[in-house]
């Protein structure tokens, strides 16, 4: 049974940071690709930041160079590091996971991942 938990989350002013984790129990994820997503009341859940299991990292134009995504394969662990948070940023972020190895440089699709986590709310007051 794959559990993925993400923590992390909560109130932070406009410019504070948040770091996001996400574990996978279960499952090894060396072989897959982790992404984070979210969903802003009313909005439909968009992609935030993806690694892939080669290395490669990819980020929606919106958090480029203020979030960073990482992962540590021992603790089976996948974080998101925000930076100089924007009230825009309020939504609940969701890690997944790919896991057929097709994407082990390229970005996968939304619809591609298999594995979601129960997802985690970042507010950012102005």
């Known amino acids: 049974q794959v559990q993925m938990v993400e923590s992390g989350g909560g109130l932070v002013q406009a410019g504070g940071s948040l770091r996001l984790s996400c574990a996978l129990s279960?499952?090894?994820?060396?072989?897959?690709?982790m992404g984070w997503f979210r969903q802003a009341l009313g909005k439909e859940r968009e992609f935030v930041a993806a690694i892939t299991w080669g290395g490669s990292m990819y980020y929606t134009d919106s958090v480029e160079g203020r979030f960073t995504i990482s992962r540590d394969n021992a603790k089976n662990t996948v974080y998101l590091q925000m930076n100089s948070l924007k009230p825009e940023d309020t939504a609940v972020y969701y890690c997944?996971?790919?896991?057929?190895?097709?994407?082990?440089?390229?970005?996968?699709?939304?619809?591609?991942?298999?594995?979601w986590g129960q997802g985690t709310q970042v507010t950012v007051s102005s």
């Open positions: 997944a996971a790919e896991t057929s190895v097709r994407y082990q440089y390229t970005n996968p699709p939304q619809h591609a991942y298999d594995y």
């Open positions: 279960g499952r090894t994820i060396s072989t897959y690709t």
